[in-house]
């Protein structure tokens, strides 16, 4: 008993010294209760303070009320994307409404997400007070044609499944982690040195606890990383297994055209607008039936979209949808027309003759045409290639008898153009190619390349810079008189009074002012552009 007296104080300096360690106020009182503690309110997770600069909420724009549904329609076409974002959807005046299937309903979803307006059916139509419609103006499919570029025979591959292998960084994170617990025992082994007084030998041992314990607290071992390490660490390295094979490309460029009916119904009244309106479209696709589904290589060019020749045909057997140009330009000719009565149900009868109203000339027979070798396949835009002049491209049938003046848009739905200026055309926009270079065919049957200059997409039409040089038709501001002989021109027909020009032709009863036209001198319209 009397060795255990001198060890007491010891045992109680060592118990101080550890309690020393202890911080001050670690849970010994209790605190005040403040915003984080469950006693004083736990903050909710699920309540989201709105943001001081963020974007304006569904709602916080409010929807054209001033005029009759097409000129509500004309204000929320010309309302900026972000500002049409805020308009509050489930209680828009508005609704689409798809007359028939061969307009796709979901590719019509989206012209109404961007419109801001719902998709109805023709039980819920009557639920707005302005009912856009588009459907089919022609009970057949609509036109389609393609263009080759080039067919080849190419090699590539695809992954037929996976190999696994060992992991070597586990095998050297366990051989470091081994050398690492040696270690460990070696410094434990040469720090515990018994002094033969069982006092001191307790002593030290608790001292040392009492360090490794803080030191492993601030510090965590190499041991500790070692083994976090190996547990993060896969054991095994999955690779693919490549299989080549070779299939068939063809890139080419589809096109297709339909006749749409367009209508402006409003509800109340039962009177509004309707036109028939010709739609045309353009796709680059990489052609393919036996490419393997899991091949992720690209070996066609950016401007190619990768279709089958089912994905194809179900594109070309689907019209084309309207995008925000072609509704403004549409509404645009409507705001220039009286409405009429039209019934929402007469919609859907199909013995209702929108062409007795405004006729749509037939379009020209699609001809089969000989592939091209001019465009690569690494080209995001098709143009003539170095070293082929006009003289070179495939040979096409004699051009008709058209006005002096006009020049025919090569290959493109019979559309003309006509010169403002020596050097420069106007043009329907929407009979222009994707690219920045486009057919320009004389009345002589001479073919040159023009340079698509400018575009305006509130109007429709489009300048044209063109290498040959001719006489221009004069621009006059007058009223455009009788249009009765336009229904059978083709779009871009200038509709001359007196030998000057009046209005642009657009076909469907639309035209353009020529006051719309700001014509460029061709010496000034060169100097400016320096």
Not at 484 to 490: N, Q, T
Request: hydrophobic share 40%; proline share 10%; glycine share 8%.
């Amino acid at each position: 008993m009397t060795r255990w007296f001198p060890l007491s104080p010891l045992l109680l300096s060592v118990a101080l010294a550890a309690c020393a360690f202890i911080p001050p106020g670690s849970g010994l009182t209790p605190r005040p209760a403040d915003s984080g503690d469950i006693a004083g309110g736990v903050p909710d997770p699920f309540s989201i303070e709105p943001e001081a600069d963020g974007p304006a909420s569904a709602g916080s724009v409010a929807w054209p009320a001033v005029g009759h549904c097409a000129r509500r329609l004309d204000a929320v076409l010309a309302m900026p994307p972000e500002q049409r974002d805020g308009l509050d959807r489930r209680n828009a005046p508005f609704a689409i409404l798809p007359l028939d299937g061969i307009v796709a309903d979901t590719a019509l979803a989206g012209v109404a997400r961007e419109l801001a307006m719902p998709l109805v059916d023709r039980g819920s139509a009557s639920g707005h007070a302005c009912i856009l419609a588009i459907g089919r103006a022609e009970p057949q499919l609509p036109r389609s044609s393609r263009k080759v570029f080039r067919t080849v025979r190419l090699k590539s591959s695809f992954p037929r499944g996976m190999k696994k292998r060992a992991n070597p960084e586990v095998r050297q994170i366990e051989k470091a982690l081994s050398e690492a617990r040696k270690d460990e025992r070696a410094r434990r082994k040469s720090a515990a040195v018994a002094t033969g007084d069982p006092a001191l030998d307790l002593l030290g041992h608790v001292a040392g606890g009492l360090i490794d314990g803080i030191s492993a607290w601030f510090e965590p071992s190499e041991v500790e990383e070692l083994e976090a390490r190996l547990a993060a660490t896969d054991p095994f390295i999955e690779e693919p297994l490549m299989s080549t094979y070779s299939y068939t490309l063809q890139e080419l460029e589809t096109r297709r055209e339909a006749t749409l009916r367009l209508a402006l119904v409003e509800t109340a009244t039962g009177r509004g607008w309707q036109s028939r309106s010709s739609i045309r479209e353009r796709r680059f696709v990489a052609l393919s039936d036996d490419r393997h589904p899991q091949d992720h290589t690209t070996r066609h060019g950016p401007a190619f979209t990768p279709m089958t020749s089912t994905e194809l045909q179900m594109w070309e057997r689907q019209a084309a949808v309207p995008d925000e140009a072609f509704l403004a330009r549409t509404v645009a000719g409507w705001l220039a027309m009286p409405d009429q009565p039209l019934p929402l149900e007469d919609l859907f009868r199909r013995d209702t003759d929108i062409a007795a109203a405004t006729p749509v000339p037939p379009a020209p027979p699609l001809m089969e045409e000989t592939p091209s070798r001019t465009p690569s396949a690494n080209d995001a835009v098709i143009r003539p290639a170095a070293g082929h002049p006009a003289g070179t491209v495939p040979a096409r049938t004699s051009p008709p008898a058209w006005s002096a003046g006009l020049v025919k848009i090569g290959e493109h739905d019979g559309a003309v153009a006509f010169h403002v200026s020596r050097d420069q055309l106007i043009a329907p926009a929407d009979a222009l190619p994707a690219s920045s270079i486009v057919e320009l065919v004389y009345p002589d049957g001479m073919l040159v390349y023009g340079l698509i200059e400018t575009t305006d997409g509130e109007s429709g039409l489009a300048r044209i810079f063109s290498p040959r040089e001719a006489a221009p038709l004069p621009l006059d501001d007058g009223p455009p008189g009788d249009l009765s002989a336009m229904d059978a021109a083709p779009a871009g027909t200038p509709i001359l009074v007196d030998g000057s020009v009046r209005a642009i032709w657009l076909g469907n009863g639309m035209y353009i002012p020529s006051g719309r036209i700001r014509p460029e001198d061709s010496a000034a319209g060169r100097k400016s552009r320096r």
